[in-house]
T-cell receptor, first 114, second 114 residues
Framework: GAGVSQSPSNKVTEKGKDVELRCDPI?????LYWYRQSLGQGLEFLIY????????KSGLPSDRFSAERTGGSVSTLTIQRTQQEDSAVYLC????????????FGPGTRLTVT | AQSVTQPDIHITVSEGASLELRCNYS??????LFWYVQSPGQGLQLLLK??????LVQGIKGFEAEFKRSQSSFNLRKPSVHWSDAAEYFC????????????FGAGTILRVKS
């Protein structure tokens, strides 16, 4: 079946612009996660959704970062007023409730802020 | 705080040789344990997981890992490495009370010599 998909695969933006990154989880997966992978920080958790609510936003690095999920499916991660340190690969993962902790990852969106 | 340590940043092995990648975690209870592999430009692929039961788990591509509670370790092994195993390997722990979010180690880059 279809896996987790993310778009765009690559995004180059100028410092100060806003960007939106999209994640389509596996159908039926109620849990959705965003992670960031950067050279200096490794793989970091950003936010977790259960359904449309986000019980854990503890990894969002600043108030410039926000995320939403609609219909228990698609999620959008928005970064406002991008900074060069936001350059990273943003990974989305989904998990089926009751499936232990196993998460299925998308291919990621590579964000470059110039 | 939860943490995951992969003490080896780089490892080089000869093709056909055995491999062990180390992983230690810090947590008060038994978490879910995972090993993921990432090839250049690719997303994260799950190699294997441990939730409970038999402490020696088998994964894909001939990999196995052993959970040792007394050492808080979950080392990844392969008896004979193939050139195609060259990639970056991440150990991760999932914490059920935190929505199963994953905390990753820093990763180990495996180079295979022919």
């Amino acid at each position: 079946g279809a896996g987790v998909s993310q778009s765009p695969s690559n995004k180059v933006t100028e410092k100060g612009k806003d960007v939106e990154l999209r994640c389509d989880p596996i159908s039926g997966h109620t849990a959705l996660y965003w992670y960031r992978q950067s050279l200096g920080q490794g793989l970091e958790f950003l936010i977790y959704f259960q359904g449309n609510s986000a019980p854990d936003k503890s990894g969002l690095p600043s108030d410039r970062f926000s995320a939403e999920r609609t219909g228990g499916s698609v999620s959008t991660l928005t970064i406002q007023r991008t900074q060069q340190e936001d350059s990273a690969v943003y990974l989305c993962a989904s998990r089926r409730t009751g499936d232990g902790g196993e998460q299925y990852f998308g291919p990621g969106t590579r964000l470059t802020v110039t | 705080a939860q943490s995951v340590t992969q003490p080896d940043i780089h490892i080089t092995v000869s093709e056909g040789a055995s491999l062990e990648l180390r992983c230690n975690y810090s947590y008060g209870a038994t978490p879910y344990l995972f090993w993921y592999v990432q090839s250049p430009g690719q997303g994260l692929q799950l190699l294997l997981k441990y939730f409970s039961g038999d402490t020696l788990v088998q994964g894909i591509k001939g990999f196995e890992a052993e959970f040792k509670r007394s050492q808080s370790s979950f080392n990844l092994r392969k008896p004979s490495v193939h050139w195609s195993d060259a990639a970056e390997y991440f150990c991760a722990v999932g914490f059920m009370e935190y929505g199963n979010k994953l905390v990753f180690g820093a990763g180990t880059i495996l180079r295979v010599k022919s």
